[in-house]
């Protein structure tokens, strides 16, 4: 099979399918390492799979150990040499006294940590003194020792420890050290470039003894024969080799190096980073290209001396060489060895590019020559020159100061510009990938890709496969486009924020811009301990300086001087789409055992979790046919004017008041009936109903019969598979009202209004409002976090719950107390070093025994002191901290209502870090009276659906049933009950109606007297239309054959559950009192 996305040719079915899988293969072994570049300060440069050094003829080297002091940086004596001749101390004597005491002395005690800094200078002190019978300042020179000028590694050390890490040896430190004032070891030294470091003060043993020496061996896992000791001491040499371990004297680091690159076979000096010896399997006929290379460099210049040819790390889709001869330092890149489809790994359409770039100013290594003639080296390839300079690796550039974080950036940002501004005619590559239509190309052929390589369901990639062909940019730029930008793909200037080069031309092609910039994002939205890229997630980038994704994005469009892009969710959700597509490709090549590494299979579960991370973007950027809702326009009309002004509610002859026209709504107009609601909102609820009635409706029974079943407390699989299909379809997330959610980043921003009518919909069934993510007590819960939560909270918890990957609950209630009044809670939240510890006792708490339920939304009292409405607070507890005990499921008239359950749980001594509390302490009352915005009358709009069902239902029964000789139905009583139900509802649903239009229009506080009353009522009213149509039913009414006895059970619990009746009377009446 092969796909052509954008102009790349991509393969598959040859174990040679694409650049892109290679990489990042090559990702999950190490970081990536494009040719071409020095190391970030720190990073270990391991090549894990180089084959340990084998000397000619000799045993193969596994480990390179080295002394400290005198090795790696400057000895002690060269130091006290030094501080004599400038302190005027007689030449010799710190040494002398050094030594002096053998065993015994100050000097060897402090080495083996037996004395304190302090303690060893007094000793020491005294000594030296006594030796030269004048008083020596030794702190003086302790401190010149440890100084930062002095204590400092050896560059061609450094150099040579990356080389001999990179040939896949390991290095250790075995050092004769002390402790300094401050309790820690002195260890000047990065430690990342160290396999095992041995001190002999944390140790109690110091060389000669040849027990150190043992351990250190151990630790390394190797023989002694299989490695190099360097020390500038010849008895610790001595011991060493002892031992059988080879051995290096050290008097200066040029000539040690010297002889180590003799007992290592390969060079130690001048090495070209994130290299190593050509591998068996990649190696090219040097001869043929040493001819050829003298051919062409011939006649630019004398060509003699050795020919140097190294291999970069990375490289396995196109092999790529340094080439050393005389003067001249070049780069090789070439097709790989083997058979290959004519277009893959196209080193000439590289070549081509890169040429065509630099001509047009853009920063690339400057291309020499291409070669298409296979007898030559075996394979194409091209020559360019060596760039040398600074590669960060790392996204979040450690070492670096904010202001050159926030340079290095911007410079990027630039580059980028400046490549997408390249006049593709006047550059010669008009013909270099498709025009038009790149990221739909893009979207089909990884959904292609993605499903030839499927190995089993990922639900959000089925999901992204759906939405993304629906929500596609409208107008897309072609330029070139790289493929793959990103920071580790560029060289920088080694001492200013410039960029060099840009490298990895492989899937470059002609397409839309803004997907380079997205790619180049990826890194803000994944954490620093990932196994593809370090990136930000977890790190506060505004305080390192870099900006934030949505600035960067921001720069470039100012910087190319286009308008921002709206929908850069859209760019971003697609690049993690691209990224699990082809994780799932190298996943699916490990389970085939074509890639051995265990590192292929991690990627089965990285692509996952990408997919989960796009459609994360997905759900920000939106769904189309809510982007097609006209944007709602709340008015800000008082409650006196609105009432005063009557809207314009026209009776159309049947149930609804407002006229059901094409065009919107007028705007503070009260729709009373969905035919009324404006088109897309019409659509969306004609949509919703149809998925009720196909969707949900059949599988009712089999839902209540799992909730009586032994599995009852695990989540019935077919509301899992409906919840996928809801979210493909867009009916998810509806319940977020614009008021809340302005920009429409996490839901449809309905009105209230709007989302009344929907909401009825849902609750004609009693499982329909999870199918949608629209169930309490969750959208409460994120309600909160999208009004009230950090960045943090909401990456951490809405998001996964907008997805509906996990659950919450709500937990205030309390058995001791009178719980209706909320400041009665006597739970505490306790602060303590640094977090806070929670306490208390909790009941009712609905969804807490969910197996899914990951975040308890906890109400409880910081400070009993305050005013009493400062007293409470809300924490965010994760359910898996210890110290929550769910006691007991509770049931409602029998029914416990699982999965979610209404627990009763204990909290005791639960410990959680102080950015998990919501706004602030003592800010719990005014959160709580937030959650319960618009989710206040949700529960309203529900009992209208459950009433209207049972009206249906009703009139159904009574319709077929015959009893004394004639239908049900021709029955006075029956038909009296039917009149009853249906002047019930209305009323009720005009209340509802009025509660939430004036919600919208007035505030939710102006809309208090009608969202009490509506509370009051809603329940009560259910409550009779239900139990007329239980009756009519007979007995059947009361099983669980239909769902009239949990409509029943429910609505009598919402007469408590949404806060007492009584409490709701009382709000009314008071208020009513002071009209
Ligand atoms: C099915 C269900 C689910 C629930 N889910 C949750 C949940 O997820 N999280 C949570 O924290 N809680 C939950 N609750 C608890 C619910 O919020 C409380 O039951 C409710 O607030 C009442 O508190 P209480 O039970 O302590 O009653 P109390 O406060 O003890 O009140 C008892 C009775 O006193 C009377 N009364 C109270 N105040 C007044 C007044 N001002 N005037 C006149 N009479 C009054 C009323 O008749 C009231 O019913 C749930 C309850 C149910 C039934």
């Not at 006047?426 to 979207?443: I, N, S």
């Not at 697609?574 to 597509?581: G, I, K, L, Q, Y």
Request: charged share 20%; glycine share 8%; with cysteine.
């Amino acid at each position: 099979m092969r796909f052509s996305p954008g102009g790349s040719v991509f393969l598959w079915g040859q174990g040679c399918w694409e650049p892109v899988a290679m990489g990042l293969l090559r990702l999950l072994r190490r970081p990536p390492v494009p040719w071409a570049r020095s190391p970030a300060r720190g990073s270990p440069l391991r090549a894990q799979h180089s084959p340990p050094c084998r000397p000619s003829g000799g045993r193969p080297y596994k480990a390179v150990i080295f002394d400290m002091g005198g090795v790696l940086i400057p000895s002690p004596s060269s130091v006290a040499a030094e501080w004599e001749a400038r302190n005027h101390v007689p030449s010799g004597t710190i040494i002398k006294a050094l030594v002096a005491g053998g065993e015994k002395g100050p000097w060897m005690r402090f080495m083996r940590g037996e004395m304190t800094a302090e303690g060893f200078l007094q000793a020491f002190g005294t000594q030296c003194s006594e030796m030269i019978k004048s008083p020596v300042p030794v702190g003086s020179f302790f401190s010149l020792l440890t100084s930062g000028q002095v204590a400092k590694q050896f560059s061609v050390m450094t150099e040579a420890i990356n080389r001999i890490r990179a040939e896949g040896l390991k290095t250790a430190v075995l050092s004769n050290n002390f402790y300094l004032p401050s309790g820690e070891s002195f260890l000047p030294l990065d430690r990342k470039q160290f396999d095992v470091v041995v001190e002999s003060c944390l140790e109690g043993i110091c060389k000669p003894d040849p027990r150190i020496y043992k351990m250190c061996l151990q630790r390394l896992q190797v023989e002694p024969a299989e490695s190099v000791f360097l020390d500038d001491l010849a008895h610790n040499l001595k011991a060493a080799a002892q031992l059988g371990i080879h051995t290096i004297k050290v008097n200066d680091a040029e000539s040690a190096l010297k002889e180590l690159e003799i007992f290592l076979g390969f060079s130690l000096r001048k090495i070209i980073p994130n290299t190593c010896s050509v591998r068996k399997t990649m190696e090219i006929p040097r001869d043929s290209l040493e001819k050829y290379l003298k051919n062409f460099l011939g006649s630019q210049a004398a060509v003699s001396g050795p020919l140097e040819v190294l291999q970069f790390s990375h490289g396995q889709s196109n092999p790529t060489y340094s080439i050393r001869l005389a003067n001249h330092h070049l780069v090789l890149r070439k097709k790989p060895p083997g058979k290959l489809l004519p277009s893959a790994h196209a080193v000439e359409r590289e070549f081509r590019i890169m040429k065509a770039l630099r001509d047009a100013g853009v920063p690339v290594p400057k291309v020499l020559d291409l070669c298409e003639d296979s007898s030559v080296i075996g394979t194409p390839f091209y020559l360019m020159e060596y760039c040398p300079g600074q590669v960060y690796k790392e996204a979040s550039l450690p070492g670096l100061e904010p202001s050159q974080r926030k340079a290095v950036y911007t410079a990027m940002n630039q580059v980028l510009c400046q490549l997408h501004s390249v006049d593709v005619k006047a550059a010669g590559l008009e013909d270099y990938g498709k025009h038009g239509d790149y990221v739909q190309r893009q979207v089909q052929t990884w959904t292609k890709q993605y499903r030839a390589t499927e190995t089993s369901t990922i639900p959000a990639m089925e999901r992204l496969i759906e939405w993304l062909p629906q929500h596609l940019p409208k107008a897309q730029k072609a330029t070139v486009v790289h493929g793959d930008f990103r920071l580790d793909n560029l060289i920088f200037h080694p001492e200013k924020a410039e960029v060099l080069a840009i490298l990895d031309w492989e899937l470059s092609t002609l397409g839309d811009p803004l997907c380079d910039v997205a790619s180049n994002c990826m890194a803000h939205y994944l954490p620093s301990d990932f196994p593809l890229i370090k990136g930000l997630s977890d790190l506060d980038i505004t305080q390192l300086g870099i900006p934030t994704a949505e600035e960067y994005f921001k720069m470039y469009c100012h910087q190319m001087e286009i308008p921002a892009a709206e929908n850069w969710n859209f760019y971003m959700a697609f690049s993690f789409f691209r990224v699990a597509a082809i994780l799932q490709g190298v996943y699916k090549r490990s389970l085939r055992g074509q890639s051995s590494s265990a590192a292929a299979e991690q990627s089965g579960k990285l692509a996952e979790s990408m997919s989960n991370l796009a459609w994360d973007f997905a759900v920000k950027e939106g769904f189309r046919i809510f982007k097609g809702l006209p944007t709602p326009r709340l008015s800000t009309r008082a409650y006196g004017v609105w009432a005063s002004r009557r809207p314009p509610l026209l009776p159309d002859g049947t149930r609804s008041l407002a006229t059901a026209s094409k065009a919107a709504a007028p705007k503070g107009v009260l729709i009373i009936s969905p035919e009324a609601l404006s088109e897309p909102v019409r659509d969306l609820h004609h949509r919703l109903e149809r998925f009720i009635e196909t969707h949900v409706y059949p599988i009712e029974q089999d839902l209540r019969n799992h909730q009586m079943s032994e599995a009852r407390w695990t989540p019935a699989p077919q509301i899992e598979k409906l919840k996928e299909k809801a979210k493909s379809e867009g009916l998810w997330n509806l319940f977020l009202p614009v008021e809340t959610d302005p920009e429409r980043k996490y839901g449809a921003g309905l009105t209230n209004l709007e989302y009344a009518h929907l909401c009825e919909l849902m609750g004609k069934s009693l499982y329909a409002p999870e199918i949608f993510n629209c169930s309490a007590p969750d959208t409460g819960n994120m309600e909160l976090l999208v009004r009230y939560g950090t960045e943090q909270q909401k990456a951490r918890w809405l998001l996964p719950l907008l997805d509906g990957r996990i659950r919450s609950c709500f937990a205030m209630t309390e058995p001791q107390v009178a719980s209706s009044d909320a400041t009665n809670i006597e739970s505490s939240i306790r602060e303590e070093r640094g977090g806070y510890v929670v306490n208390g006792h909790k009941w009712w708490i609905s969804g807490i025994l969910d197996p899914r339920c990951q975040l308890c939304v906890f109400m409880g009292k910081t400070d009993p002191r305050a005013p009493r409405h400062q007293q409470q607070s809300v924490l965010l507890v994760p359910m898996d901290t210890p110290g929550i005990k769910v006691i007991r499921p509770l049931s409602v008239y029998g029914l416990e209502d699982p999965p979610g359950g209404h627990g009763e749980v204990l909290f005791e001594n639960v410990r959680v870090p102080k950015d998990h509390l919501v706004l602030g302490p003592g800010r719990g009352f005014e959160i709580a009276q937030g959650r319960l915005g618009p989710g206040r009358i949700h529960h309203c709009m529900r009992l209208i659906g459950y009433s209207e069902r049972t009206l249906a239902l009703m009139k159904e029964r009574v319709k077929s049933r015959v009893a004394f000789g004639k239908p049900l139905v021709e029955q006075g009583t029956i038909l009296a009950d039917i009149a009853k139900s249906r002047a019930d509802i209305d009323q009720a649903r005009l209340l509802v109606l009025k509660a939430a239009h004036l919600m919208d229009v007035a505030g939710n506080k102006a809309a208090a007297l009608d969202i009490a009353m509506i509370k009051m009522v809603a329940p009560t009213m259910a409550l009779r239309v239900i139990d007329r149509a239980i009756q009519a039913f007979g007995a059947a009414g009361l099983n669980n054959d239909s769902p009239l006895a949990q409509f029943f059970s429910w609505a009598r619990a919402l007469r408590l559950a949404d806060g007492p009746d009584e409490v709701h009377r009382s709000t009314v009446a008071k208020m009513e009192l002071k009209r």
